[in-house]
């Protein structure tokens, strides 16, 4: 099965493959040495470039990234490079994933056990699973529909998904990345919505009278939407459907 939403394979070679990617995204690059990691290139500020999976083979690292953000993902690596011994390039590798059996070389998806398997070869060997319907009853989002440039990760849950390492050391935006886990609590944030009426991707989302937010993913009667945590209740779109929420998602992660 094709994938609606497809993903591009950059290859990073070099000496410094790891210590350059290790001191760029959230996540601990060494521990994808055989296995499979999520993470995310943020802005200084600690906003959303893109998220990823990194995959650790013997002589390269696996870049598994949606397409629509694969050529700026290039191009900012390549200008964070400088000296390092490093090259990235786009493959011509396929990624597939699915919730049945796995195939050879197959890795786990490390946001979520419900999300399935990974794999990148020279074909597609996806199944029809429904992403859309699963992500959104597990709460995952999609790049480019729940994770914007205005994101921050952990609004997004990336702690949740194993997006975010607060030990391995430096990475892009991390200031405001601790800052926002260790001396604030977090007031908005995604969450798992119950749709009643036909609601659209990017329809805001009032709580009585006053902006609460706006729906993201719809997958038939439900949802994702970024929502004020304090102002979870009486919720419609503009379009006039009702939302309601799982009160356990109304709290930070």
Known sequence: MTDPRPRTVLALTGTDRVAFLQGLVTNDVARADGGIVYAALL?????FVADFFVTGQPDRLLIDVATSHAASLLQRLTLYRLRADVQIVATDLTVSR?????????????RDPAMGWRHIGPTDLSDDTDWDALRTAHLVPETGIDLTPDTYILEAGFARLHGVDFRKGCFVGQEIVARMKHKTTLRKGLVRVKLDGAAQTGEAIL????????????????????LRFDRGTDLRTTGGA???VDARDLTAD
């Open 207 to 226: 709580s009585g009278e006053r902006e609460a937010g706006t729906l993201h993913t719809v997958a038939g009667a439900h949802g994702i939407a970024y």
């Open 43 to 47: 802005t200084p500020q600690g906003k």
């Open 242 to 244: 009702a939302l309601s």
């Open 98 to 110: 699915g919730t049945g059996p796995a195939p050879d070389g197959a890795l786990p998806d490390p």
